[in-house]
């Protein structure tokens, strides 16, 4: 192995790091999405066992919308982190086999961006959700203080 084909193959390498720093980003990602289920989870729960009250539906509906906002963002960063994934093995495949995979590595990457992005959107959809809800709760109970 010269020189050459060793710099060629440590900067493919260095190359891959980018990703590989995405990757972390989006895992971290999907372990906070992961937590705001099972808290979407604990809540249905403790709703279903409750006798029906004016709320309890409504709620229920407001946690199934926060539940499909997150199975999308979940969804959405998995298929980004399995586009990054496609990018490194472009990367290191296109070096193998030559220089025609540029184009699939400017898609698979992109495309790992946008659908982290698109997971981006709909978890701050559920945080939304989320957040009229805890504020309706409040105002029911102030309301039915007074």
């Given at each position: ?46 709703l ?30 998995a ?46 959809t ?21």
């Amino acid at each position: 192995m010269n020189g050459d084909t060793l710099e060629a193959a440590a900067h493919v390498v260095q190359l891959a790091l980018t990703p590989v720093f995405f990757l972390s980003g989006i895992a971290a990602l999907l372990n906070v999405f992961a937590s705001r289920l099972g808290r979407v989870a604990d809540q249905t729960d403790a709703l279903a066992r409750t006798t029906k009250d004016l709320g309890r539906d409504a709620r229920l509906r407001r946690l199934r919308l926060r539940s499909r906002a997150l199975d999308f963002a979940v969804v959405l960063a998995a298929l980004g982190g399995a586009f990054t994934c496609s990018a490194v093995l472009v990367l290191f495949l296109g070096e193998l086999r030559g220089k025609g995979a540029a184009n699939l590595l400017y898609l698979f990457f992109g495309g790992g961006i946008v659908l982290t992005m698109g997971s981006l959107v709909a978890f701050v959809t559920e945080m939304l959700v989320a957040a009229v809800g805890v504020r309706q709760v409040v105002e029911h109970n102030v309301d039915a203080k007074v």
